[in-house]
């Protein structure tokens, strides 16, 4: 029997106990489902029945403020508004009660309660607004049946919240129990499921495990040896020897593609060098010609060509770089990348370095990433000088511009830039992102103070 076929077996039987664990698990779901909607329910109700209390105790103070004042009248009309408000919002609550009652008895308690507000409103705005109207002075007989109703109402809320809280630590009660038995069944699964994962894969394990330390010292001796394939006997006939065969062809062919893509660039760049060289050696001699500007246009696109030439090589070839690190200052990569750039003025360019931290990389790859962010700074600067900063393991590079309109991420990819910019490729701040990736740095930008400023933290 093959690795595979004993795989299968394997896998199999685990996903038969997978899916009945599963099957549990969305049974539990269900239950947990309906306990909880039927507890919510519960609460709902709760909170309407306190909030009919809150209403029962509100007509009670509404009668004691105008008995009191009863003869303000301007008093009595506003408590009289107040305790029809109070009915209105009885009523909004009076379908969606009675309607989620859970039982005959519980729903003519509701009935029988909304009975008694009705009577309760009634008694306010029609009897004791009657004996105010006519200035009686006696509220003796009023007092004593709007008492009896408002306790009545108040015994049968008392009932129904006793009632719903009752049910609810039922249901909390029932839960608990479902909770402890769905946990005795699905540990049990899992163990049985633990002990056959193990019994079956133990001695898969074991057999595959030195072929997997074969291929494994074949894998280390291709990176340390620079090898371009895996030399390592594994047997024959088991999949391991057919992975590793698969591999060594894949990387047979990327050797082949990456050494014909590397002499395609090294043709291009040949090719397109020496037209561009001969092209502006031509220029030269036209340029005192009455065609003058028409001359430093054409050598202006010469350039550009040029310059869209290296970056793209650069580009590239950041692909295939292999990194050699080392330690230098910060300080030594500044001036590095400065030595590089031509730069008319050097008051241009303010130096700030509070921190001469050292830095891990390789310095030739770091130097062209801060050659082209000093070289956008000076390009879109709108007033100089622009300035370099370092400190706390951060470099920044700031310039007097305009913020940028997009997110840095979208500056990163190639060939992007400002709508109404003209000058550039969009694929400085490429290039940049690409050597600080490969470095695991991290390249940043924010706009403060009418400044541009973006940073390399390292």
Known sequence: MTIRQRLFISFSLILFITVFIIGVFFYSIYNFNEIHNAQIHRYDQIRRVEKLKEHNNSFSWIVLDIITDYDKLNIVKERLNKAEYIYKNVLFLKNKTIENSESNNEKKN??????????????????LFKIVEEKQNSFDKFNIDFEKLSNETKNLLDQEVDYLQNELNKTEKNKNQFIETIKIEVVLLLLIAFTLAFVISSKIIKEIKSMLDKL???????????????KVDIGKNNELSEITNNLNSYLEKQS????????????????????????KFLLEDLKNSKYKVEVEHINNVFIDIEELTNKLLQREKLNFATLKIYKFKVSSLILEALSKLSIDDESKII?????DFEI???????TLALKNLIDNAMKYALEFPIKIKAENKTLYVENIADELS?????????????????????????????IVQMHKFKLGYNYKNSHNIFYITF
């Open 216 to 230: 494994n010292k074949g894998v280390l001796q291709l990176f340390n040896d620079d090898e371009n394939s895996i």
């Open 406 to 434: 997009n997110d840095l991420i979208y500056y990163i990819k190639p060939f992007t830039r400002e709508p109404n910019q003209q000058m550039g490729h969009g694929l400085g701040l490429n290039i940049v992102n690409k």
């Open 360 to 366: 891990e990389a390789d310095k030739y790859y770091m």
């Open 351 to 355: 130096l700030d370095i509070e921190d």
């Open 256 to 279: 082949d593609i990456i050494h014909s893509r590397e002499e395609l660039l090294r043709n291009i760049s040949h090719e397109l060098k020496t037209p561009i060289t001969k092209g």
């Open 110 to 127: 509701l009935e029988l309660i909304f009975l008694h507000f009705k009577e309760i409103d009634f008694l306010i705005k029609n009897r």
